[in-house]
């Protein structure tokens, strides 16, 4: 399996993760439960947008980017465009993972005070299931090439059902993780502050905010199924793939924070993401055929996403449209509920 992750380069991308671990959840934990503003969350974003360039600046020059030898160089520009794709597009995917995220803390009532640990918690089990997955799918591509072609195939199809789905409300009392865990936890009827257990009447119980939590982690891992091969499109490139999609992930907290209150404003930004998916799948199943290069997939992507936001302003959602029409357990309203 052909990748540029040298020692050296594995260690420098496990310091940045360490030391990102330990600012989001260790130093920025203890500020305690508090409403996290948007002028917060937009320095955050930046930072972390900041620290992902910063990483893929070491990785550039260490590949000899700024060597004399033309070899090296093509190379490290080849591969720091890979990992810019790759971290866009899997940054723009997870604008889907924000506008479900916000679905379920309203469906659970969910203060805003206790949303960010909620995030925090799922966001970090997020990262440990999509690193195996990543793992897997590059011991797949490597052992079997023509399982690109399914992955392609697969993101087609998931760009036809994002485009259906858009603009239409998703049912949450339909999922079918949520009916699963009713049926096998007892669920406290109040929250209990941050607690993910309490006792009612002496009976130990889940609160809504330990459902919470694993619904947002099994919803991204849901996503990753989306999103993961989408970046084996770009680059299947172990190094490029795990790194891209961590970095991705890791400024996802500040993001929904960032997003949250601006969904309606970007109403078309599913049938932007979905038209995405669907190059990304074209440009996978055409790997052997005709190769695009890594910077028209970057400018490609990177149109695609700025137009539908631009159109999101200028056109006005359709009367009853719903903005998070692409979360993906979609099912016909049960206006019954699940007990």
Known sequence: MHTIGTPLLWGT?????VVALFVDFIVLNRQGAHRVSMKEAALWSVIWVLTSFLFVGIMWWELGGTASDPVAQALANTKALEFITGYL???????DNIFVFLMIFTYFAVSPEYQKRVLMIGIL????????????????????HWILYIFGAFLIYTGFRMWRAS???PDLEANPALKWIRRRFRIAPDYDGEHFLTRVNGVKMATPLLIVVGLIGIIDVVFAVDSIPAIFAITTDPFIVLTSNIFAILGLRAMYFLLAGMQERFHLLPYGLALVLGFIGTKMLLIDVCKIPIIWSLGVTFAILVLTMILSLIIKPKE????????????????KGEE
């Open 13 to 17: 991308f496990a310091a940045f993760f």
């Open 89 to 95: 597009v899997e940054k723009a995917l997870a604008v």
């Open 125 to 144: 089990l997020a990262l440990v299931l999509r690193a195996g997955m990543i793992l897997i799918g590059a011991w797949l591509v490597a052992q079997f």
């Open 167 to 169: 603009g239409e409300e």
């Open 320 to 335: 009853g449209a719903h903005p998070h029409g692409a979360f993906p357990f979609d099912g016909k309203r049960d206006n």
